[in-house]
């Protein structure tokens, strides 16, 4: 079992900045590839990032490239997400989730993901 908090949202001006962090417990942080997904209201959960078990292999969803970046610090057990340039339609529910390491394939797909967290929420205004 994996227990995940995320921390680090809150309300941003367009153009602005956020870091999100997901603290993990329970069972060994780095047997596990993490991913950020997002949910606005009145819209499907969307993936916004991914990360393998090492940090080498990184995926994003087309909204967010080129603005958002997501690392993870294995010794810390804590998965990042920076967001630059926020837009308003970036304001949703954020997401941390965990999936064991070999499934990194179906990193974006949320349906496979094995355990989550309760969510931040991201409000950027105008």
């Known amino acids: 079992q994996v227990q995940l908090v995320e921390s680090g949202g809150g309300l941003v001006q367009a153009g602005g900045s956020l870091r999100l962090s997901c603290a993990a417990s329970?069972?060994?942080?780095?047997?596990?590839?993490m991913g950020w997904f997002r949910q606005a209201p009145g819209k499907e959960r969307e993936f916004v990032a991914g990360?393998?078990?090492?940090?080498?292999?990184?995926s994003y969803g087309d909204p967010v490239k080129g603005r958002f970046t997501i690392s993870r610090d294995n010794a810390k057990s804590t998965v990042y997400l920076q967001m630059n340039s926020l837009k308003p339609e970036d304001t949703a529910d954020y997401y941390c989730?965990?999936?064991?390491?070999?499934?990194?394939?179906?990193?974006?797909?949320?349906?496979?993901?094995?355990?989550w967290g309760k969510g931040t929420l991201v409000t950027v205004s105008s």
């Open positions: 990360i393998s078990w090492s940090g080498a292999i990184r």
């Open positions: 989730a965990a999936t064991y390491a070999s499934n990194y394939e179906n990193i974006r797909r949320s349906h496979v993901m094995d355990y």
């Open positions: 329970g069972r060994t942080f780095s047997s596990y590839a």
